[in-house]
């Protein structure tokens, strides 16, 4: 009895498994192997890896254009060592990839940070568009790692909480100059009334 339970509900999970496991990119499926990263992105290129300033907010043209003076492209899908996608390669090029996409609600401030690009293979990138986000990230997980997504991630949320402290700083210094100054006219109109009263004394003894 309980053989032909197992064996009733193994058909249903059977036709089920397609609809519960992960979408992939057609790019995904015919090219990984599971360690052919090259294909994908430059590993160089990680710009929380790079550059000073990981929160700093860049558009995807400053991001290119500063890959492109520290570093020699001489990977796949370089066009005359550069990054970038001229029009007639069908995407077989690099661009600039967000490894958290604005998908995420709490990341879409934030994705545009120096710490959340890479250079990625431009018929992929497109590709991961088209996955749902869930579907999208298990991917990357499996080509960036997960040391590197997870490295992206937190920094993603130092920056949150570095622009927060930024501003809960500045609304106590507003306050702080408001409080100072408040004292400041008071003490003064206070020192001006005494003054004004202790001349009016020297005036009635004369």
């Known amino acids: 009895m309980h053989k032909q339970y197992i064996q009733f509900y193994s058909f249903y999970i059977i036709l089920l498994l397609p609809l519960v496991t992960a ?3 057609k ?3 015919q090219n990984w192997t599971g360690n052919n990263t090259k294909l994908f992105f430059d590993s160089r290129t990680f710009g929380i890896d790079l550059y000073f300033n990981p929160c700093e907010i860049v558009t995807n043209t400053q991001y290119r254009e500063y890959i492109n003076r520290v570093i020699l492209c001489n990977e796949t899908w370089c066009v005359n060592n550069k990054y970038y996608c001229p029009s007639y390669t069908s995407r077989n090029c690099y661009e600039v990839e967000h490894i ?16 959340n690009r890479v250079m990625a293979w431009g018929k992929w990138n497109g590709a991961l568009g088209l996955l749902s986000y869930n579907d999208s990230l298990n991917e990357k997980y499996d080509i960036y790692g997960e040391n ?10 130092k920056c949150q909480n570095r622009r927060y402290k930024a501003r809960v700083i500045a609304i106590v210094l507003v306050i ?12 003064y109109y206070s020192h001006t009334q ?11 003894i004369l």
């Open 23 to 25: 979408e992939h990119t």
């Open 27 to 29: 790019y995904y499926n």
């Open 100 to 115: 958290y996409d604005i998908n995420r609600p709490e990341y879409s401030k934030y994705r545009n940070i120096i710490g």
């Open 148 to 157: 590197a997504m997870i490295k992206v991630q937190k920094q993603i949320y």
């Open 176 to 187: 702080f100059i408001v409080i100072a100054t408040s004292i400041a006219i008071c003490s």
């Open 194 to 204: 005494r003054k004004n009263n202790n001349h009016r004394m020297m005036i009635e």
